[in-house]
């Protein structure tokens, strides 16, 4: 079970404005770039993405109602933006319901059981 929406509204509002910038800058993190499928607007949002040779895979720490995932499985495409390196622009996103948690590194697996997440998004790294 993901965590709870209005916790992700109160981080949205409230938390990734103080600890976004700082988050970001830890291994893995960076910011997800997408447009809103309704407004046309830029946002930007802190998550942790890893790659997988030409894949990337982001958990969906609260699940699949996210207003991120909505604009992203919308337009069909987004871009990963972690401080040390150049932007990512990724594609064709696919929902994965993975209870194994395979596709995440061995140390974010433990993790992910504690708070039963096993839904992720999986995009195609655009060269």
Request: glycine share 8%; aromatic share 12%; with cysteine.
């Amino acid at each position: 079970m993901p965590m709870p929406l209005w916790l992700g509204r109160f981080n949205t509002r409230y938390t990734n404005r103080i600890i976004g910038p700082i988050l970001v800058r830890l291994p893995g993190f960076g910011w997800l770039g997408h447009v809103g499928r309704t407004t046309g607007r830029a946002y930007r949002t802190p998550i942790m993405m890893f790659r997988r040779g030409d894949r990337a895979v982001i958990a969906l720490t609260y699940g699949d109602r996210t207003q991120w995932l909505k604009n992203v499985l919308a337009a069909g495409e987004c871009t990963f933006q972690s401080p040390r390196g150049e932007p990512v622009h990724l594609a064709s996103p696919e929902f994965l319901h993975d209870p194994s948690r395979r596709l995440m590194p061995w140390l974010i697996r433990l993790p992910l059981w504690v708070i039963r997440v096993s839904d992720f998004v999986v995009f195609r790294v655009v060269p």
